[in-house]
């Protein structure tokens, strides 16, 4: 049996459940009782009914389109099993081991990258990332070693724990920034917000401070008003007086062959500082040589976490 949602969310029925809840309107083109049934159980809607429920809403067109092409396809127990299925083969080791030649070609581009950068995957979990983006926050390996937790290597997670060197310097950015980032990162996982290995990682995420509780809880009742992008980010790099300013670029997904026609999408994200000759006199000041450094080399796979691998075991992907 699925864990409890730590967030309130337990099905799509209970998500609408909170955008209801939080507005006024109250014409729906919908029978009253497919509306409850819906919401309390999470049985699904035809398209049809569904689209008149969410037009009487009065939501933003990108939240609209957001429950209608994301959420709800995405929610249906065949598309539910292929996300899963496909998320069961995403592994730290097999990106530190290069086992494709579009994983070779990802990590060649992250070894010759001149600037902070990292490579994720779907969920935000990051595999890899270079040494400029470990200076830029003051992170040594022997951070690393001891902060050997998944939240280090995750996009969210290591902007809200409390112990992250990461949100320590994104502090000042902690009311522009990072909560655009998390609307960012609501939206781009919203096909596997029902998945068990989101449902695990949501509820992992919960825990981790009362700011991401606040501002999670009000992504997910959509309350946060129209999505803003995450392109611009202030650092108060701990060798600069000032903060050090940042362009957030994303390269173009790479879709990597996992097997049975299943397929990832990878991207490498680079911050690039404005400041240029700044940021090339703080490189100087750095000595060695510049490298990368791999999840796999310090966290286990998410795929062995308790409450995701039962559901890996089943696709005859992970171990019995």
Known sequence: MAAQMLDGVEHLGTLCLKL?????SSEFDVDKGTISKFENTGKSMGVDAFTRFVNGLNLFPDQRELLLYKFYPHSQDRELRHNQRMLCKVSFR???????????????E?????????IADPLWFVHALNQPLLDLFGITKGDLETHSDWWVWHGIGSKYHPKSKIGLQLKDDMYSYVPNVLQKFFNDTSQYF???????????????????KREWSTLISFQGGEPRPATLMRVMEPRNSKPLVLDVMETPPTSIDVGEGDRVN????????RDKELWKS??????GEEKIHFAAD?????????????????????EQ
């Open 110 to 118: 992250l070894e010759n990258e001149y600037y902070p950068s990292y």
């Open 282 to 287: 703080l490189r100087e000041d750095l000595p």
């Open 298 to 318: 310090y966290i286990e796979d998410y795929n062995d976490w308790p409450e995701i691998k039962q559901y890996c075991a089943s696709y005859g992907t992970k």
């Open 20 to 24: 209801r809840g939080h507005r006024s």
């Open 194 to 212: 029902f998945t068990a290995h989101m449902r695990a990682l949501r509820n992992r995420l919960w825990n981790l401070s009362d700011s991401y």
């Open 266 to 273: 990878y991207r490498r994200i680079q911050w690039i500082p």
């Open 94 to 108: 097999t990106t530190r081991d290069r086992a494709d030649h579009e994983y070779a070609r990802l990590i060649s």
